[in-house]
């Protein structure tokens, strides 16, 4: 069975597209309808439902955000394909900027101020003399450069710490088990 990964924003699609090329997930890039990640909301592109329509199996769908609060409506001519119970909401709560806030150690500060996590990455996140600018660009380099285990890191803490609704899955669930179990060890030391 093949994966749709949905991805509410560019930021949650080029986290999904370096996972991937680093080999991180427990699937990989052949597994996916159209070899990668779109940064879709909903099933009504025409490009989609051509590509579903193309595999004609039944497809598992993984709906990548910080907030999901939305039923994903199903296409009739969709149906034979898309299963509600293959639909699965992987969430990163209040925004996707609380995984950099948690790599520079400034969780507890963030906690303590008035501001959305997008507006206090903006203000307290700098790198490589750039501030946080909410671009795919600055995700994509922050952790590339900074080294994509510090990614792992951050989604692992983020479920550590993070209490999400019922129905609402973690990134961290996608990871290879290996990148869990390399962490334990290493808090362990």
């Keep these: 069975m093949k994966y749709l990964l949905m991805c509410e ?6 986290i999904m597209n370096l996972l ?33 329509k193309h595999y004609n199996q039944p497809v598992i769908i993984y709906r990548i955000g910080d907030t999901q609060n939305d039923e994903l409506k199903i296409p009739p001519e969709l149906k034979n394909i898309i299963l509600k119970e293959n639909i699965f909401r992987y969430c990163t709560k209040p925004e996707l900027e609380i995984l950099m806030i948690i790599n520079e150690n400034l969780f507890s500060k963030f906690g303590k101020s008035k501001m959305d996590a ?29 080294n994509i285990s510090h990614l792992i890191e ?11 609704k019922k129905g609402e899955l973690y990134l961290a669930d996608l990871l290879k088990k290996q990148n869990a179990k390399n962490k334990e060890k290493t808090s362990v030391r």
Excluded: C, V, W
Aim: glycine share 4%; aromatic share 12%; no cysteine.
């Design 9 to 14: 924003g560019n930021n949650e699609e080029t």
């Design 20 to 52: 991937l090329d680093y080999n991180k997930l427990e699937f990989n890039r052949d597994d996916l309808i159209g070899l990668r990640p779109y940064h879709l909301r909903n099933l009504n592109s025409a490009m989609i439902k051509s590509e579903l």
């Design 118 to 146: 997008k507006e206090f990455a903006k203000e307290n996140i700098i790198y490589n003399g750039r501030r946080y600018n909410q671009s795919s660009k600055f995700i994509e380099n922050y952790y590339k450069e900074k």
């Design 154 to 164: 951050n989604l692992l803490e983020y479920k550590r710490i993070k209490k999400h």
